[in-house]
C-alpha cells in the first residue's frame, strides 16, 4: 500500500486515460457494440447467402474492429494494470478477423462471421468495463499470469492440433478458441464494476472511494483510530441552567441565548438554541473571557464567571463549562455546558465492535472530557494526542482539513483523505465507509474467482477441441454477463 502522503498526489489521476470510453471515445464504442451485436445476429442467418453478402459482413466486422482501436489506444496511454486485459482483448478479435476474410475469400461457413463479432463484441466490452471505475485511482487486482498463460495455451492447442491432425485451418481455429474463450471481458467486470457501484453507493452517503489502496486496508484494519473529539461530537449543549433566583430563569435563558445567535462557536450555538433570536446590536467578543452586546436595548454579558465578578469553584480537569449571564450589570445566574455526543455514534461503535474492529480515541483536550465523551459512546481506550502514529492494521479518522503524516500501512478517512474521503468527518460515516470498502473488496474476490473458474473450464474446453470457436465466443459473453449479474448484486 502506497503512503498517504504519495496517494495524495495519484488519487483520481492514475487511471485518468480510462474516463476517455466514458466520455470522447463513447462514440466509438456504441458504435462498434451496435455493428458487432447486428453483425452477429445477421450472420446466424441465411442472409449471407446473397451475392456480395459475405463481403458487407466484412465491412461491418471491419468497423467493429476500427471501433476497437481507440479504446486499445486508451489502455497503452493509461497507468492501469488492466493493459494487458485490453491488448489480449484486441489481439482475440484481431486473430478471429482474419477469420473473417478467411471465410470471404475462401467461402467459409458464415461461422467464422459469428465468431469474429462476438469477439470484438467481447473486446469492446472490456475496454468499457475497465473504464467504468476510472475516477477509483490505483490497481486493480489483475492477474499478472493470465494473459501470458492464455496466449500459451492457444499456441500450444494450435500446435497439438497440427501435429495431431495436420497444419490445417483446424489447428488455427484451436488457436483462436482458446483466445475467444480467454477474452478477458468477464474478468475485468468482476474487477471494474464493484467500484463502479460502490463508488456510487459511497456517493449517496458522502463517501467517496478514491483509491483502490482502501480495499485491502480496510479488509484487515483491526482498529479505528478516531482523531479528535469532533469524530464523536457534534460541539456542545446545555447540561443546566442555574439562576440566582428562580423568577430569572425565564430571562436568564432568553437573554443568552438571543446574544448568543451572533456568536458562531460551539458554546455560542449551544446556547443560542435557549431562545429565539432577539434585536441585537453592538455584539463584541473578548477572547479568553466571553462576549457581550445589547439585547432589545438591554446590556449582555456572557463568559466566565469570575469575569462577571462571579465565585464559581469548579474541577480543575472537569468536563463540564460553566459561563455566567449578566443583564444590566446585574448577574442573572449560570449555565452549565457538556460536549454532545453524535446521536449515531454509539450504534457505529458497537457495530464496528462487532465486526472486529477496535474504536481507540486520541485527543488532546482534557482528560475528563475525552473520557466522557468516550464513555458515553462505548469506546474504552482514550489516548492523551496529539497522533503521532497508528498501527500496521489501523484505519484513521481525522476530521482535519489536512493530511496528517501516517504510516504507509495505515488507511486514512476523512474530508482531506486521498483514499477514502468522507462529507463528515464522524464515526458513524467511517463505519459507513469500512463496510462499504469491505463490500466492494468481498465483491471483487469473488467475481475474480468467478470469473477466472469461468474462463479456465472455456478455455481448456476450446484447447480441447470440445468447443468451436464460435461456441467459445459465445460461452466467454455468456459469461461477462454472469459475473456482471453477481457482482453488481448489493451485498
Given at each position: 500500500?502506497?503512503s498517504v502522503?504519495?496517494?495524495a498526489?495519484t488519487?483520481?489521476?492514475?487511471d485518468?486515460?480510462?474516463?476517455?470510453?466514458?466520455?470522447?471515445l463513447?462514440?466509438?464504442?456504441?458504435?462498434?457494440?451496435?455493428?458487432?451485436?447486428?453483425?452477429?445476429l445477421?450472420s446466424?442467418?441465411?442472409?449471407l447467402?446473397?451475392?456480395?453478402?459475405?463481403?458487407v459482413?466484412?465491412?461491418?466486422?471491419?468497423?467493429?474492429?476500427?471501433?476497437?482501436?481507440?479504446l486499445t489506444a486508451?489502455?497503452?496511454?493509461?497507468?492501469?494494470?488492466?493493459?494487458?486485459?485490453?491488448?489480449?482483448?484486441a489481439?482475440?478479435?484481431?486473430?478471429t478477423y482474419?477469420?473473417?476474410?478467411?471465410?470471404t475469400?475462401a467461402?467459409a461457413p458464415?461461422?467464422?462471421?459469428?465468431?469474429?463479432a462476438?469477439?470484438?463484441?467481447?473486446?469492446i466490452v472490456?475496454g468499457v468495463a475497465?473504464?467504468?471505475?476510472?475516477?477509483?485511482a490505483?490497481?486493480?487486482p489483475w492477474?499478472?499470469?493470465?494473459?501470458?498463460g492464455v496466449l500459451?495455451v492457444a499456441?500450444a492447442?494450435g500446435i497439438?492440433?497440427?501435429l495431431?491432425?495436420?497444419?490445417d485451418v483446424?489447428?488455427?481455429?484451436?488457436?483462436?478458441?482458446v483466445?475467444?474463450a480467454?477474452?478477458?471481458a468477464?474478468?475485468v467486470?468482476a474487477?471494474?464494476?464493484?467500484?463502479?457501484l460502490?463508488a456510487?453507493?459511497?456517493?449517496r452517503?458522502?463517501?467517496?472511494?478514491?483509491?483502490?489502496?482502501?480495499?485491502?486496508?480496510?479488509?484487515?484494519a483491526d482498529?479505528l483510530?478516531?482523531d479528535g473529539?469532533?469524530?464523536l461530537?457534534?460541539?456542545?449543549?446545555?447540561?443546566?441552567?442555574?439562576p440566582?433566583?428562580?423568577?430569572?430563569?425565564?430571562n436568564?435563558?432568553?437573554?443568552?441565548?438571543?446574544?448568543e445567535?451572533?456568536?458562531?462557536?460551539p458554546i455560542?450555538?449551544?446556547l443560542?438554541?435557549?431562545s429565539?433570536?432577539?434585536?441585537v446590536?453592538?455584539f463584541?467578543?473578548h477572547?479568553g473571557?466571553?462576549?457581550?452586546?445589547?439585547?432589545d436595548r438591554h446590556?449582555?454579558?456572557?463568559?466566565q464567571?469570575?469575569w462577571?465578578?462571579?465565585?464559581h469553584?469548579?474541577?480543575p480537569?472537569?468536563?463540564?463549562?460553566?459561563?455566567a449571564v449578566?443583564v444590566?450589570?446585574?448577574?442573572?445566574?449560570?449555565i452549565?455546558?457538556v460536549d454532545?455526543?453524535?446521536?449515531?455514534?454509539a450504534?457505529?461503535?458497537?457495530?464496528?465492535?462487532?465486526?472486529?474492529?477496535?474504536?481507540?480515541?486520541?485527543?488532546?483536550?482534557?482528560a475528563?472530557?475525552?473520557?466522557?465523551?468516550?464513555?458515553?459512546?462505548?469506546?474504552?481506550?482514550?489516548i492523551?494526542?496529539?497522533?503521532t502514529g497508528a498501527?500496521?492494521h489501523?484505519v484513521?479518522l481525522?476530521?482535519?482539513?489536512e493530511?496528517?503524516a501516517?504510516?504507509e500501512?495505515?488507511?486514512?478517512l476523512?474530508p482531506?483523505?486521498?483514499q477514502v474521503s468522507?462529507d463528515?468527518?464522524?464515526?458513524?460515516?467511517?463505519?459507513?465507509?469500512?463496510?462499504?470498502?469491505?463490500?466492494?473488496?468481498?465483491?471483487?474476490s469473488?467475481?475474480?474467482?468467478?470469473a477466472?473458474?469461468w474462463h479456465?473450464?472455456?478455455?481448456?474446453?476450446?484447447?480441447?477441441g470440445?468447443?468451436?470457436?464460435?461456441?467459445?465466443?459465445?460461452?466467454?459473453?455468456?459469461?461477462?454477463?454472469?459475473?456482471?449479474g453477481?457482482?453488481s448484486?448489493?451485498?
Amino acid at each position: 500500500m502506497t503512503s498517504v502522503p504519495a496517494l495524495a498526489g495519484t488519487a483520481g489521476g492514475a487511471d485518468d486515460a480510462w474516463t476517455a470510453p466514458l466520455g470522447r471515445l463513447r462514440g466509438f464504442a456504441a458504435v462498434g457494440l451496435t455493428v458487432a451485436a447486428a453483425l452477429a445476429l445477421w450472420s446466424a442467418v441465411p442472409a449471407l447467402k446473397i451475392d456480395g453478402g459475405r463481403w458487407v459482413a466484412l465491412g461491418l466486422d471491419t468497423v467493429a474492429l476500427a471501433c476497437l482501436v481507440p479504446l486499445t489506444a486508451a489502455a497503452l496511454r493509461a497507468g492501469a494494470n488492466l493493459r494487458a486485459a485490453q491488448l489480449l482483448a484486441a489481439a482475440a478479435a484481431v486473430a478471429t478477423y482474419a477469420l473473417a476474410v478467411v471465410a470471404t475469400v475462401a467461402d467459409a461457413p458464415a461461422a467464422a462471421f459469428v465468431t469474429s463479432a462476438l469477439v470484438t463484441l467481447l473486446a469492446i466490452v472490456t475496454g468499457v468495463a475497465a473504464s467504468l471505475a476510472a475516477p477509483v485511482a490505483g490497481p486493480r487486482p489483475w492477474p499478472a499470469w493470465f494473459a501470458p498463460g492464455v496466449l500459451a495455451v492457444a499456441l500450444a492447442s494450435g500446435i497439438a492440433h497440427g501435429l495431431i491432425g495436420g497444419w490445417d485451418v483446424d489447428a488455427y481455429h484451436a488457436a483462436v478458441g482458446v483466445l475467444a474463450a480467454g477474452t478477458p471481458a468477464a474478468l475485468v467486470v468482476a474487477l471494474s464494476l464493484p467500484l463502479r457501484l460502490g463508488a456510487r453507493r459511497g456517493r449517496r452517503s458522502g463517501i467517496r472511494l478514491r483509491h483502490t489502496a482502501a480495499l485491502p486496508a480496510a479488509r484487515n484494519a483491526d482498529t479505528l483510530v478516531l482523531d479528535g473529539l469532533a469524530t464523536l461530537s457534534d460541539g456542545k449543549r446545555v447540561a443546566a441552567v442555574t439562576p440566582l433566583d428562580e423568577s430569572h430563569l425565564r430571562n436568564l435563558r432568553w437573554f443568552a441565548g438571543a446574544l448568543e445567535h451572533a456568536s458562531d462557536n460551539p458554546i455560542g450555538r449551544a446556547l443560542a438554541r435557549l431562545s429565539a433570536r432577539g434585536n441585537v446590536t453592538g455584539f463584541r467578543e473578548h477572547p479568553g473571557l466571553g462576549v457581550s452586546g445589547h439585547v432589545d436595548r438591554h446590556p449582555v454579558r456572557i463568559g466566565q464567571p469570575q469575569w462577571l465578578g462571579h465565585a464559581h469553584d469548579a474541577a480543575p480537569d472537569s468536563p463540564e463549562v460553566t459561563v455566567a449571564v449578566e443583564v444590566d450589570s446585574r448577574l442573572l445566574g449560570t449555565i452549565t455546558l457538556v460536549d454532545s455526543v453524535r446521536e449515531d455514534a454509539a450504534a457505529a461503535v458497537a457495530t464496528l465492535a462487532s465486526a472486529g474492529v477496535e474504536s481507540v480515541l486520541v485527543s488532546d483536550v482534557s482528560a475528563a472530557r475525552s473520557a466522557a465523551v468516550a464513555e458515553a459512546v462505548g469506546v474504552t481506550s482514550v489516548i492523551d494526542g496529539p497522533l503521532t502514529g497508528a498501527g500496521d492494521h489501523a484505519v484513521v479518522l481525522s476530521s482535519a482539513a489536512e493530511v496528517p503524516a501516517l504510516p504507509e500501512t495505515t488507511l486514512l478517512l476523512g474530508p482531506a483523505s486521498p483514499q477514502v474521503s468522507l462529507d463528515a468527518g464522524d464515526v458513524a460515516t467511517a463505519e459507513k465507509a469500512l463496510r462499504l470498502c469491505r463490500g466492494v473488496d468481498r465483491a471483487i474476490s469473488g467475481g475474480r474467482r468467478l470469473a477466472l473458474a469461468w474462463h479456465g473450464a472455456t478455455v481448456a474446453l476450446a484447447a480441447t477441441g470440445l468447443l468451436p470457436p464460435w461456441a467459445a465466443a459465445a460461452l466467454a459473453l455468456v459469461g461477462a454477463g454472469v459475473t456482471a449479474g453477481v457482482t453488481s448484486t448489493p451485498r
